[in-house]
T-cell receptor
Framework: DQQVKQNSPSLSVQEGRISILNCDYT??????FLWYKKYPAEGPTFLIS?????DKNEDGRFTVFLNKSAKHLSLHIVPSQPGDSAVYFC??????????????FGSGTRLQVQP | DTAVSQTPKYLVTQMGNDKSIKCEQN?????MYWYKQDSKKFLKIMFS???????INETVPNRFSPKSPDKAHLNLHINSLELGDSAVYFC???????????????FGPGTRLTVT
């Protein structure tokens, strides 16, 4: 039962264009969402996040949108650059019974930005 | 300086062996994690330690045992290795906050375990 889903395993865009990566979730208890970027042979690195009380967060070329009613979030990268080519993981956080927080990750979307 | 480091980076071993993966973080974080990235590329949490105390223990075979000698280290011991244990294992750390706030997890480079 995958509570965080990234239905597109790969995406290819031209340099300079917009990249849109999508993520859907099923658990309404998630209160925070994060995007991680992963290069081959490296660990995931944090990119951008958004609280469930917001619908948009922007950081430079990266913007994350959250649609709570649809349980959907998206990451927009504009303009896309060849260095953005990586696997992008969506993650959702929930607070457990212990008060601790745990992340649930999607399966990732491989973005390829063509020069 | 590497924030979260893991050793070894690659580990090839035979079925039935016992092996360990080490993880160290120099970020001063109080919480550390082990994740397994399976063949379908999902990152699934296995364990989490906060201040040397086990706080998350997902459904993982008891052949896997985490050991946290101090806040900066969380090692993963695996006994009687099986073919299905082949995966990439990631260590991560974060500064947990019980009341509000936000946090990010910082990941190590991963250890690719191959069981033959």
């Amino acid at each position: 039962d995958q509570q965080v889903k990234q239905n597109s395993p790969s995406l290819s865009v031209q340099e300079g264009r917009i990249s849109i990566l999508n993520c859907d979730y099923t658990n309404s208890m998630f209160d925070y969402f994060l995007w991680y970027k992963k290069y081959p042979a490296e660990g995931p690195t944090f990119l951008i996040s958004i609280s469930s009380i917001k619908d948009k967060n922007e950081d430079g070329r990266f913007t994350v949108f959250l649609n709570k009613s649809a349980k959907h979030l998206s990451l927009h990268i504009v303009p896309s650059q060849p260095g953005d080519s990586a696997v992008y993981f969506c993650a959702a956080r929930k607070i457990m019974d212990t008060g601790r927080r745990a992340l649930t990750f999607g399966s990732g979307t491989r973005l390829q930005v063509q020069p | 300086d590497t924030a979260v480091s893991q050793t070894p980076k690659y580990l090839v071993t035979q079925m039935g062996n016992d092996k360990s993966i080490k993880c160290e973080q120099n970020l001063g974080h109080d919480t550390m994690y082990w994740y397994k990235q399976d063949s379908k590329k999902f990152l699934k949490i296995m364990f989490s330690y906060n201040n040397k105390e086990l706080i998350i223990n997902e459904t993982v075979p008891n052949r896997f045992s985490p050991k946290s000698p101090d806040k900066a280290h969380l090692n993963l011991h695996i006994n009687s290795l099986e073919l299905g244990d082949s995966a990439v294992y990631f260590c991560a750390s974060s500064q947990d906050r019980l009341a509000g706030g936000t946090y990010e997890q910082y990941f190590g480079p991963g250890t690719r375990l191959t069981v033959t």
